[in-house]
């Protein structure tokens, strides 16, 4: 209900003021970014500051080190496969694959904790993983676009090369 009925009612009201949306053009990114800030930091707040966390530095190192590894792991598994001779995908796709298959959102993982988890003393040490998780996904992401659009361009120049082979002149 926290998540479906404002969805649903944000899709009726713009019915009714599409028109006016599209005059005005409200900074509807900036608000985003506002709200998404506001619900990262009160997560955290929330998490961190609950003297019921007892989470030891080992554990949240040992946390960390996990979730880095199944990022990664998750990144290369998506890129193999999206490789593959028969998959289909263009190197385009491949990025894209790597990318988004593998992002997950405070946006909607708090939410769904908090509506689960609802009354649980515990919420804030079930919601480390995910407050760890986003910004391992931003930073493993920043780390890998040069590497990851470097490949892309060779790649998409090889095929090119193969295709210019392959035409009769």
């Not at 930091?41 to 590894?69: A, E, G, Q, R, W």
């Not at 190197?91 to 894209?96: G, I, L, R, S, Y």
């Not at 939410?111 to 480390?128: N, R, T």
């Not at 930073?139 to 490949?151: D, E, F, P, Y």
Request: with cysteine; net charge positive; glycine share 4%.
């Amino acid at each position: 209900m926290t998540v479906v009925v404002p969805l649903i009612i944000g899709q009726i009201v713009r019915q009714y003021i599409k028109d006016w949306l599209e005059r005005k053009k409200p900074p509807f990114g900036a608000i985003s970014s506002c709200v998404l800030l506001m619900i990262i930091y009160s997560t955290f707040c929330d998490t961190f500051s609950n003297p019921k966390i007892d989470l030891d530095t080992f554990s949240l190192v040992l946390i960390v080190f996990i979730i880095f590894s199944l990022q990664l792991t998750f990144m290369f598994l998506t890129f193999f496969i999206s490789t593959r001779k028969r998959s289909g995908f263009t190197a385009a796709d491949t990025v894209a694959v790597i990318f988004c298959s593998t992002h997950k959102s405070l946006t909607l993982g708090i939410p769904m904790l908090k509506i689960v988890f609802s009354g649980y003393e515990h919420l804030s040490l079930i919601s480390v993983p995910l407050l760890i998780y986003h910004p391992t996904q931003i930073l493993l992401g920043g780390l890998l676009v040069g590497t990851v659009k470097s490949w892309m361009v060779t790649r998409q120049k090889a095929m090119n090369l193969a295709r210019q082979v392959k035409i009769p002149v």
